[in-house]
């Protein structure tokens, strides 16, 4: 149980294009998911908190109108990166929060696969 | 923030020798987690260790907390080859529901 995807694994695109990635949990209901970057090498970064059928919660420094997150069902988030340039490239990871399972109590996060994002 | 500090940064051992990484936060918690990660893959949940809890263990993994130093310790005993990653402690602060990773330790068990 507790199973987090992500899709797509990995994409290359333009620069200027927009991408949109999706993070499923697929064996439990998550009001809340998190969306991190992480780059070559360094730390996961939170960049936003993502709450089912509300706003998301933006980390200092995270530009909103460029990291685009909608959270419109208790199994999906999507992250939609806006006119992508090359410093855009990184490794984006979500993570998923049982709200009415087992593991709610703890607030165990569960992580998905990552999705390499590639601006050329 | 209360971004965490791991050291060693990276460490290179045997295979069967054990391997000890450590973990300094800032701010009070109410737990602390320790992550593996393949190069380039996702996030591997080893064991969550609650505040109010000073050891403990999970098949060849300990791992300490001492509240008071704000500090975790990892030890992977008996280490192998496939225990090559690199591994992250992360927070969760009092009052908050945020993850906050530290800046992980690549270890490497040579064969």
């Known amino acids: 149980g507790a199973v987090v995807s992500q899709h797509p694994s990995w994409v290359i695109c333009k620069s200027g294009t927009s991408v949109k990635i999706e993070c499923r949990s697929l064996?439990?209901?998550?009001?809340?998911m998190f969306w991190y970057r992480q780059f070559p090498k360094q730390s996961l970064m939170l960049m936003a908190t993502?709450?089912?059928?509300?706003?998301?919660?933006?980390e200092q420094g995270v530009e909103k109108d460029k990291f685009l997150i909608n959270h419109a069902s208790l199994t999906l988030s999507t992250l939609t990166v806006t006119s992508a340039h090359p410093e855009d490239s990184s490794f984006y990871i979500c993570?998923?929060?049982?709200?009415?399972?087992?593991?709610?109590?703890?607030?165990?996060?569960?992580f998905g696969p990552g999705t390499r994002l590639t601006v050329l | 923030s209360q971004q965490g500090e791991e050291d060693p940064q990276a460490l290179s051992i045997q295979e069967g020798e054990n391997a000890t990484m450590n973990c300094s936060y800032k701010?009070?918690?109410?737990?602390l987690q320790w992550y593996r990660q393949n190069s380039g893959r996702g996030l591997v949940h080893l064991i969550l260790?609650?505040?109010?809890?000073r050891e403990k263990h999970s098949g060849r993994l300990r791992v300490t907390l001492d509240t008071s130093k704000k500090s975790s310790s990892l030890l992977i005993t008996a280490s192998r080859a496939a225990d090559t990653a690199s591994y992250f402690c992360?927070?969760?602060?009092?009052?908050?529901?945020?993850?906050?990773f530290g800046k992980g330790t690549k270890l490497t068990v040579n064969p």
């Open positions: 993570s998923a929060r049982d709200s009415i399972g087992l593991a709610a109590k703890s607030n165990e996060q569960f």
């Open positions: 064996d439990f209901q998550a009001t809340t």
């Open positions: 993502s709450n089912e059928g509300s706003k998301a919660t933006y």
């Open positions: 701010t009070s918690i109410n737990n």
């Open positions: 260790i609650r505040s109010n809890e």
């Open positions: 992360a927070t969760v602060a009092v009052g908050s529901e945020k993850l906050v």
